[in-house]
């Protein structure tokens, strides 16, 4: 039995994630930066020296694609990256003092999007939210019927 797309919960979810996405990307810009180099450059800013695979898992990318990314973030001196002291086969990877400039230009107009988003609830309501999105992910992780 087909189901109405307005009763289709994933839709909604995905319309909400696009204007998310839209209003971050506006916010970012003039700090020269896509959204998943923001992502990135935010993970880096509380896990220095993280590997790239682990920052990929922390941006919820494929490893592929944070290659680009970094790829990216090193072409414009954003992030550096070094041979780990024991595990020469890893590379850590840091902001440069650059990055960490675009990082905190792009994350004061990010806070404002977040804040407006979560100005629309009460604590409650921004509780309930957050738990009722992790049930969306438990259910979601359980696999595809």
Same mark, same amino acid.
């Given at each position: 039995?087909?189901?109405?797309?307005?009763?289709?919960?994933?839709?909604?979810?995905?319309? !909400?994630?696009? %204007?998310?996405?839209?209003?971050?990307? +506006? *916010?970012?810009?003039? $700090?020269? #930066?896509?959204? @998943? =180099?923001?992502?990135?450059?935010? !993970?880096?800013? %509380?896990?220095?020296?993280?590997?790239? +695979? *682990?920052?990929?898992? $922390?941006? #919820?990318?494929? @490893? =592929?694609?944070?290659?680009?990314?970094?790829?990216?973030?090193?072409?414009?001196?954003?992030?550096?990256?070094?041979?780990?002291?024991?595990?020469?086969?890893?590379?850590?990877?840091?902001?440069?003092?650059?990055?960490?400039?675009?990082?905190?230009?792009?994350?004061?107009?990010?806070?404002?999007?977040?804040?407006?988003?979560?100005?629309?609830?009460?604590?409650?309501?921004?509780?309930?939210?957050?738990?009722?999105?992790?049930?969306?992910?438990?259910?979601?992780?359980?696999?595809?019927?």
């Amino acid at each position: 039995m087909r189901m109405p797309m307005s009763e289709r919960l994933g839709a909604h979810l995905k319309r !909400v994630e696009q %204007e998310l996405m839209t209003a971050k990307h +506006a *916010a970012v810009k003039p $700090a020269g #930066l896509t959204v @998943p =180099q923001y992502a990135a450059l935010l !993970v880096l800013t %509380e896990q220095p020296g993280i590997s790239a +695979a *682990a920052l990929a898992r $922390a941006c #919820l990318v494929t @490893p =592929q694609t944070m290659t680009t990314i970094l790829q990216n973030l090193l072409s414009l001196g954003l992030v550096e990256r070094t041979p780990h002291p024991v595990h020469r086969n890893v590379l850590e990877t840091r902001l440069t003092g650059t990055g960490a400039a675009a990082v905190d230009r792009a994350d004061v107009r990010a806070v404002a999007v977040e804040r407006r988003l979560a100005d629309e609830f009460t604590a409650e309501e921004r509780a309930t939210l957050v738990a009722l999105l992790g049930r969306c992910s438990t259910a979601l992780a359980g696999g595809v019927d």
